[in-house]
């Protein structure tokens, strides 16, 4: 148990809820401010950290309207996590304002190895808790209080690490987010590169939050996926459509769909026969969303495909009435783009 849940564990329950809630506040900056708590609690609070992550560095990417910082945890770990806004006319009808997508970290590294991915060239050093990846969605919530406008409307676990491998933080933040911000549970997606034993927890257990999911799959032919996903578990593509009828019966509402991720690696992944697979594999998975992927740069031997090849993929699949998209890269020129996670804002 961590210290607060020490201190907090003989009150009653919404003692531990009354500062939780204040987290969110972002006129509140200490324990010490949360009228609500009587001054014993206050005081009792001062061994405990406000806030668990630092920033060493923010870099922004102005046009991208972009931003990356790497965190530093108690411990000296290090993680990052970055903010993307974008101009968002259809919602407010207001022009010039900004709604933000945080992408953040479940773990410090990750021990997926994915060939194409910087992340997994770091390797795990470990789990966060729950409170260090709130306080990532905390962290840009006071930024954009104190240094822009708008507010945050999508959370994806995109950052780095393997969210399923840190299930029960993942959970417990994602459960204070929906319990406590406006944010919905389709405000919030949760990647995974396909880690089997907590998919199947997530349509089992009772208290997984309903959000978004999203499958990295980067290929529906078995021997193209351990090459470039090496935690590919055998059988695995065998046994998604089972998963899948599982996640749609768990998951009814219409909006309920199982995302798949395809980043786009040339001469390995892009031809019509890899093509020819996802179309069979998907459509034994009940409503899906495909998003393309262009790839981001982390190997200089290794290239994406062209813009055309991915395009022609699109066209291809909208014909079979999938739903996909192009996904937009957003914060390449400062290496914050999807897959370029490697600790490097600091001293780069
Ligand atoms: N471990 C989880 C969460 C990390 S998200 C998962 O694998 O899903 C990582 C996302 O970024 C995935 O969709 C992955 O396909 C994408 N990604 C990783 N490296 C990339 C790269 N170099 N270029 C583009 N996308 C990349």
Request: net charge positive; hydrophobic share 40%.
């Amino acid at each position: 148990m961590d210290e607060l849940g020490k201190i907090t564990a003989n009150l009653p329950r919404y003692r531990f809820q009354q500062i939780v809630s204040a987290w969110f506040e972002t006129s509140i900056r200490s324990f010490d401010s949360i009228s609500t708590l009587p001054q014993n609690l206050r005081e009792q609070l001062k061994t405990v950290d406000f806030m668990t992550v630092f920033p060493t560095g923010i870099k922004e990417d102005k046009g991208d309207l972009t931003f990356k910082t790497l965190l530093t945890l108690k411990d000296g770990a290090t993680v990052e996590t970055v903010l993307m806004g974008r101009v968002n006319k259809k919602i407010t009808g207001r022009p010039g304002e900004v709604r933000y997508t945080i992408c953040v970290s479940s773990q410090v590294g990750c021990p997926m190895k994915c060939t194409f991915c910087a992340t997994g060239r770091l390797g795990l050093k470990r789990n966060l808790t729950w409170r260090e990846i709130l306080d990532q969605y905390r962290f840009w919530n006071y930024f954009i209080a104190d240094h822009l406008e708008g507010k945050i409307d999508n959370i994806v676990f995109m950052g780095q690490g393997e969210p399923m491998l840190n299930y029960e933080n993942v959970k417990l933040t994602i459960n204070a987010i929906l319990k406590n911000t406006e944010l919905g549970p389709r405000q919030i997606t949760v990647s995974t590169v396909g880690v089997k034993a907590g998919m199947e927890k997530i349509v089992t257990d009772p208290d997984w939050p309903a959000v978004r999911f999203a499958l990295s799959l980067h290929s529906a032919i078995t021997e193209t996926r351990q090459k470039l996903v090496p935690s590919h578990a055998p059988g695995f593509l065998e046994w998604l459509p089972e998963w899948a009828k599982l996640y749609h019966e768990r998951f009814s509402a219409r909006t309920k769909f199982v995302g798949i991720e395809y980043t786009f690696i040339k001469d390995a992944n892009d031809d019509d026969k890899h093509l020819k697979a996802l179309v069979k594999l998907a459509s034994k998975l009940g409503k899906t969303r495909i998003n393309l992927i262009p790839y981001n740069s982390t190997d200089p031997n290794m290239l994406g495909s062209a813009m055309e090849v991915i395009e022609h993929w699109r066209e291809e699949l909208m014909k079979k009435d999938f739903t996909v998209t192009i996904r937009r890269s957003q914060g390449q020129r400062i290496a914050a783009a999807c897959g370029q996670l490697s600790n490097k804002v600091a001293n780069d």
